[in-house]
Each structure stands twice: as C-alpha cells, then as structure tokens.
C-alpha cells in the first residue's frame, strides 16, 4: 500500500454525552472520493473508517505497521483534532520516513500551526481529489512542491502556502465513491432519520452560494456546482444494486437548488423506476421550493426534507444573513405537510445578538410550526465561518479545547464556546434541555410517529424520549 486514507476516531461522549447512545454515522464521502480517484489511477491505496470501526491509536498505528503506506492522509474536523494530532505525530515519531497529510476544515483554516507544531507534513485544502492525486504522484519522484495547487507544507522551517486549485467544475468525471473499503452495514441515521436499511449517503452538488454567517463549509465554496441528472442517479441505481440499499440521504448543504433541475431529477429518478425500490431525504431552504417541486420530489420518493431554519425571529435571521422570512419557513413547512413529506427544523440557540426572550421566541416558533422531528443547537462558531472570525475578534470564543466545540455542551458536560452578550452559559444549556423536551415531549407527538413505524426507528426514538426524561 502506497497511501492509507483515516477517517479518524471520535470522541462521541465528550461531543454528546448521554445522546451519543442515539447518534448515527455516515460514509466519509470526502476521502472516499480521494480513494477512488487514486485506485483509477493505478495508485495503490486503502480507505479506514476509524470512527464507525471504534477503532484507537492503538489499532491504526498495528494498520499502519502492517501495510506500510509512505503516505497516511487523515480528514480532521474541529472536534476531533485533539484526537487526531497526537495521533499523527506518534505515527511520525514510530515511523519515521512516513508522510502525513491533513484535509479538511480544521487543519486547512489552521495550516500554520498544525505544519509548525509537527502534527502533519502537508495540509491540502478546500477539495482534495486532484490536489491529492499531483501530490501523491510528486512526492513519489520525490520532486518540487512548488507546482501542487492547494496545499501547504514547510521548507526549511518556514511554512509556504501554495495558491489555491481551481473548483471542480467536471464532477461527473469523477469516479463513485469507494464504498467497497467501508463498512456499508454499519452506518445509520440518528432517530430522525429513516428506518430502512441497508442506508447509504450522497453527494449530488458542491458548493453553497447563500452567506450565512455560521457557515464553515469553506472546503466546498460559494459556487453551487451540480453533477448531471443522470450521473446522480445512476449512482442511486448503483447504490441499489451493489449494496441493496433502501434508503439514500443526499448530505449537499442544498438539494436540489433550482426548480429546473428538481424537476428533471425527479423525472429521472421516476423513469427509472427507483421510488419502488429506495426512499431519499434531503435538506434544502425554505425559499427554494414551491408545491410542484414538492409534489415531483414526494411521486420521486423523497420522504423527509430538513430545512435550516435557525430562529424564529426576524432580527436574528437578518444577524446571520439566512436570507428568507419567517413567513417563507411557515409557507414551505405548510406546504411539504401538505403533499406528504415528514418535515424536520433545525434550530439553533445562543445566535448573536440573541436575548433569553428571543430564544424563547424561536423554541415557540418550533412548536408553532409542528415539524416531525426537530434539533436544537447550541451556535458554535466552527473554524473557517464568518462567526468564528467575528467572535474571535471580539474575544468572546474560548479556543483552549477543540473537543468543547459542540452543540450539545447541555449533554456533554461542558460549556458553550460562545453566549451572547447578555445571556449566561446556564441560562443558553437551560434553553437547549427545555426545547428538546418540550419539543419531544408532546403527547401528540409521539402518537404521530407510532403511526409512522416506516419512517423513524421507534427503538432508538424511545430511546431518546427516556434519555431526554433523565
């Protein structure tokens, strides 16, 4: 093996404490991506799930010690980098002519001192497909760095950063995922999600070009870039044959954006027969659908939408640049009821300029608009937002433990990172547990989705109710 790609460990109880009993896990389709573009180039590469596998340092450095990759690449996210930088440099000081790479957000918006303390040798930013192919291929003739796009790395003890690759504009040219490295069986949705299974995830789209503040995805960029209808499902058709998959989650921040292209999706996806065979869901905006597009994904089995609607009050919506109404979310909730698709809002609490009576406003606003299934986040400003920049400005974001960044602290046993002005950290956790329970609570609730036993795992979801109760 030439290069082992690590989608790394996770510390699930410092992120969710109780809740981690009832959190899912999805495919890393981003390493997985890089994985199949190395295999079609002849390049010798394994892919490791470390997280859905519950494998330790421990177990990677015995993976690592009986391939013998030169290249180990891992993908970090803020929450795990105190997991995975002390991993990577035991590596590097077990063996000592091993290259480690970093992707990802954390290490891309943090490249100066992750490549300074030692903990990775070059950081590839934004996407990694390409970028990972020309360095693998250069570090192989052992040549100059200089021409790899979208990296960064050390010469001499000083850190250059090269200019950055252009997006991918081609997507359909890029091979399907390596699944056949990953354990498809084991991954799962948390209870909201669907019960049929074997379940697998997708990306149709890149790119977001709305300006929320609180946004991170940094990695995917401002221009929304789609593959072609029927590359998309004929991955679908793929997914069904292989792994005799029942139920798809599109993971794309908005899917599908453009009433064009939902239309001939849907079309497409209908054509071929797939409602029979796989339900999907999604998640897209609450002013970018209207009842046809509605109706078309529901006929093409859509089964659930999750729509971002963060607050409940204007001002608030206005503070993090969501660009749509209250008015527009009540609309879009209304109307995906009406046609039939289970509905999910996500919320969150502690957003700036948030008072204890505005976050009260966006938990009645929840209630008001009655969705099936609901999350209430505690707003963490994620490394590569416009938010963290705005709040570390200001000094108002605790960086000391990466771990910390999450949004269930009220579960986890720690603080916020960040509380508005005005608000203290035990009033924002108090908000998080009331919403969840009264949320999740109600009576009528829980008597919808008795009846909706194809829908919701109802073990996990009971679950959830008891640990909630404790």
């Known amino acids: 093996m030439d290069v082992l790609l690590i989608n790394p460990p996770s510390d699930l109880r410092k992120s969710y404490g109780k809740l981690a009993e009832v959190q899912g896990a999805v495919e890393p389709l981003g390493v997985a991506y890089i994985t199949a573009l190395l295999e079609k180039e002849q390049i010798k590469v394994g892919l490791n799930d470390a997280y859905v596998l519950g494998l330790d340092g421990q177990d990677i450095s015995k993976m690592v010690a009986q391939h013998k990759p030169w290249i180990v690449g891992f993908s970090c996210v803020t929450p795990n980098a105190p997991i995975v930088y002390p991993l990577a440099k035991a590596l590097k000081e077990s063996y000592k002519n091993i290259i480690i790479v970093m992707g990802n957000i954390h290490p891309s918006v943090f490249a100066e001192e992750t490549l300074e303390a030692g903990y990775a040798d070059v950081i590839v930013h934004a996407e990694g497909e390409y970028t990972m192919l020309e360095l693998v291929r250069i570090l192989a ?114 899917f599908p954006l453009g009433k064009k292209f939902a239309l001939d999706f849907c079309q497409e996806v209908i054509k071929r027969g797939l409602p029979k065979k796989v339900s999907w869901d999604s998640e897209t905006r609450v002013n970018a659908v209207d009842k046809e597009m509605l109706e078309a994904m529901r006929e093409a089995g859509c089964t659930r939408i999750s729509y971002g609607i963060e607050a409940g009050s204007q001002v608030l919506l206005d503070n993090i640049k969501k660009g749509f109404t209250i008015d527009q979310a009540r609309k879009a909730v209304k109307l995906t009821k009406e046609v039939g698709i289970s509905t999910s809002g996500l919320f969150m609490l502690g957003l700036p300029g948030e008072t204890k009576e505005l976050a009260k406003q966006t938990i009645n606003f929840a209630l008001e608009l009655d969705t099936d299934f609901a999350k209430f986040n505690i707003t963490v400003p994620y490394p590569g937002s416009e938010l963290f920049e705005q709040t570390r400005r200001e000094g108002r974001i605790k960086l000391h433990d990466w771990s910390n960044f999450t949004s269930y602290p009220t579960y986890a046993g720690s603080d916020p990172v960040y509380v508005p002005e005005g608000m203290t950290k035990e009033e924002l956790m108090s908000l998080q547990r009331g919403a969840i329970r009264r949320f999740y609570l109600r009576p009528h609730l829980i008597l919808r989705q008795l009846f909706k036993v194809r829908t919701v795992r109802l073990k996990d979801y009971f679950l959830g109710l008891r640990l909630l109760r404790s």
């Open 141 to 254: 003739k052992q040549g100059d760095l200089t021409s790899v796009r979208g990296i960064s790395y050390r010469v001499d003890g000083q850190v250059v950063h090269n200019p950055p690759r252009p997006w991918i504009t081609d997507l359909d040219a890029l091979p399907f995922p390596a699944r056949h490295h990953l354990p498809m069986g084991k991954y799962r949705q948390p209870p909201h999600g669907a019960t049929k299974h074997p379940m697998a995830n997708m990306l149709a789209t890149r790119g977001c070009p709305n300006q929320c503040t609180f946004c991170s995805l940094t990695n995917q960029g401002k221009i929304y870039r789609k593959r072609s209808v029927n590359n998309i499902v004929d991955e679908m058709e793929h997914l069904i044959e292989t792994y005799q998959v029942k139920h798809i989650s599109f993971l794309d921040a908005i």
